[in-house]
């Protein structure tokens, strides 16, 4: 019998040399009634370095109650090593500044290295307008000189948009120069890769390298969630086992590819009953086109089991739930159709990896 992930508490699993922390567990823009579940985010520890993924809303008072974010300005973002963004939509990015501007706040003062942020590169063209034909108004282009900018640049524009700030910390606090602080990347995709934005986002391909520290190796994957592109799974290896997390995506193959044996694969979840009823044959505003649409770029319940037991996976862990007030008995309908272990992920839910320090 293969080994199972339990949730455990912050004290139990930081006897484990490798966790993950799940910060905030909804997905999706809206402030969901009746759920205090914080926007998506998740943390990896392995020894006492951080590596975060996505800076959904409210990441950061999570990282602090999660005990691994800063103590009496001692120990916190000093300790945090990379930064990864799944994907450019807002409810994975919105408190993205946070990060950059709080971070010489928060304990990353003196920091011995620049913290990596690596994400999306430019989209590099549009995405058609949906449903053109039934549009009486087609939207004018946002910022034509740069429509799909990537990680790169939409933090130089964010930088300079705090510009005042970032030159009175520096200048009347003799704060650390921002610019040490951080070191930004666009993940470029491999060059065999069939690159289309607007046809097929996800070409056969194999997981390729993104990072690599003594601690964890992290490997990446396009996944389905069109017509954001690229949109990226993520898998980290480290010395305990294997962590993938999928970032938002529909069912698709390179999902299974990179999940393949990992011991705890993170995996977004949406309830098809709420999109029905926003959208579905007897709702106010039917719109078949659409829900095939949503369907297209996110998981179902029913869906999300058979692409964990395809690839394997000992624990699946349910995150970014939208929406985010669905009760956790029709989650645990993820079941269905997978053997292994399910989880419904929670907000400050740990899990530890390989064995526990017996002190
Ligand atoms: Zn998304």
């Known amino acids: 019998m293969s080994s199972q992930y339990v ?22 823009p809206p402030w969901w009634d009746g759920s205090d579940r914080s926007g998506i985010s998740t943390a990896i520890t392995v020894n006492d370095s951080v590596y975060l993924i996505d800076c959904g809303e409210g990441w950061g008072p999570q990282f602090r109650k999660s005990g691994l974010g800063p103590a009496g300005f001692q120990k916190g973002l000093d300790n945090m090593r990379a ?10 990015m919105v408190d993205y500044p946070n990060l950059l501007l709080l971070a010489w706040h928060n304990g990353s003062d003196g920091l011995q290295r620049p913290i990596k942020v690596i994400g999306p590169g430019d989209r ?13 108004h087609l939207p004018e282009v946002f910022n034509p000189d740069s ?44 060059a065999d890769t069939g690159r289309d934005p607007n046809g097929d986002p996800t070409p056969a391909m194999e997981p ?23 949109a990226f799974a993520f898998r980290f290896d480290t010395p305990d086992g294997s962590i993938v997390i999928s970032g938002d995506t529909g069912v698709c193959r390179n999902l299974v590819r990179i999940s393949e044996g990992a011991d705890i694969l993170l995996h977004e979840c949406i309830d098809m009953d709420w999109v029905d009823g ?10 078949p ?16 089991g058979p692409q964990a037991e395809a690839a394997g996976v000992k624990t699946l862990v349910l995150t970014h739930l939208v929406p985010g007030n669905t009760p956790v008995e029709k989650w645990e309908k993820a079941q269905v159709g997978f053997s292994g272990n399910l989880v419904v992920g929670e907000d400050l839910m740990h899990f530890g990896l390989g064995a526990a320090a017996n002190s």
Do not use: C, W
């Open 7 to 28: 949730p455990l508490t912050a004290e139990q699993a930081a006897k484990h040399r490798t966790r993950v922390t799940l910060l905030g567990t909804a997905g999706g």
């Open 278 to 287: 926003l959208m579905g044959p007897d709702s106010p505003k039917p719109d």
């Open 124 to 136: 590099g063209t549009l995405p058609p307008i949906f449903a053109e034909e039934k549009r009486e």
């Open 208 to 230: 390729f390298e993104i990072y690599r520290d003594e601690n964890v190796r992290v490997s990446a994957i396009l996944v389905d969630h069109r017509p954001v592109f690229p």
């Open 83 to 92: 930064v990864f963004i799944t994907h450019h939509h807002s409810d994975h």
């Open 147 to 190: 429509p799909t900018p990537g990680l790169v640049e939409s933090t130089e524009r964010l930088l300079q948009a705090y510009a005042l700030d970032i030159n009175d910390r520096m200048r009347d606090n003799a704060k650390q120069d921002l610019r040490e602080i951080f070191e930004f990347e666009d993940i470029q995709l491999p």
């Open 289 to 304: 086109n659409l829900m095939q649409h949503m369907l297209a770029a996110h998981t179902a319940i029913e869906q999300v």
